[in-house]
């Protein structure tokens, strides 16, 4: 049963540029959360996406936008880097919209933005 | 005040010691909480989830959920070398999937 997987595993990005991360879920999932990680700080929630839309957003700004296909599997975009997204992007998947909602993790994608 | 309150360590225990790791929260209305593992340069790893009060345990680990000081525990028993890792807890509302973390504790067992 494979997990979480994600695409790239590391990228290096000028600032300015625009940057897709990639998600497949855990089979059987169909819920997508992303997640920033800065060094040495836990994960922050940038939005979660089920049944193809955006079901809940955090504090990020407009330049985080992300995607949901009907495989379940999702997308991350950020436009106009920024020094200050470097980060370890994590994506979450867990089934369905009722609780105890667990969330399994990918291996994160590392961005370094220079 | 954050959320989710975890003291950053690092933790430094021998082989074999229990292992008492802690969190705060602030959020009376927070219904899960949630162990993750994370190695370096790794995806956390979720552990056991916890909802409202009272004691889960899985093998060598036990979580427990204190609402009345909203404090949340995570004990290793015999820890091992391979238990070295990050370990984050988060909680997340009884609506919506959306989990906050702490900071994260970490923890070096040594051989």
């Known amino acids: 049963d494979a997990g979480v997987t994600q695409s790239p595993t590391h990228l290096i990005k000028t600032r300015g540029q625009q940057v897709t991360l990639r998600c497949s879920p855990k089979?059987?999932?169909?819920?997508v959360s992303w997640y920033q990680q800065a060094l040495g700080q836990g994960p922050q929630f940038i939005f979660q996406y089920y049944e193809e839309e955006e079901r809940q957003r955090g504090n990020f700004p407009d330049r985080f936008s992300g995607h949901q296909f009907p495989n379940y599997s999702s997308e991350l975009n950020v436009n106009a880097l920024l020094l200050g997204d470097s980060a370890l992007y994590l994506c979450?998947?867990?089934?369905?919209?009722?609780?105890?909602?667990?969330?399994?993790f990918g291996p994160g994608t590392r961005l370094t933005v220079t | 005040q954050k959320e989710v309150e975890q003291d950053p360590g690092p933790l430094s225990v021998p082989e074999g010691a229990i292992v008492s790791l802690n969190c705060t929260y602030s959020n009376s209305a927070f219904q899960y909480f949630m162990w993750y593992r994370q190695y370096s340069r790794k995806g956390p790893e979720l552990l056991m989830y916890?909802?409202?009060?009272g004691n889960k345990e899985d093998g060598r680990f036990t979580a427990q959920v204190d609402k009345s000081s909203k404090y949340i525990s995570l004990f290793i028993r015999d820890s091992q070398p391979s238990d070295s890792a990050t370990y984050l807890c988060?909680?997340?509302?009884?609506?919506?999937?959306?989990?906050?973390f702490g900071a994260g504790t970490i923890l070096r067992v040594k051989s």
């Open positions: 916890t909802y409202s009060s």
């Open positions: 979450a998947s867990s089934w369905g919209q009722e609780p105890p909602y667990e969330q399994y």
């Open positions: 988060a909680r997340s509302m009884e609506y919506g999937n959306k989990l906050v």
């Open positions: 089979s059987g999932h169909d819920t």
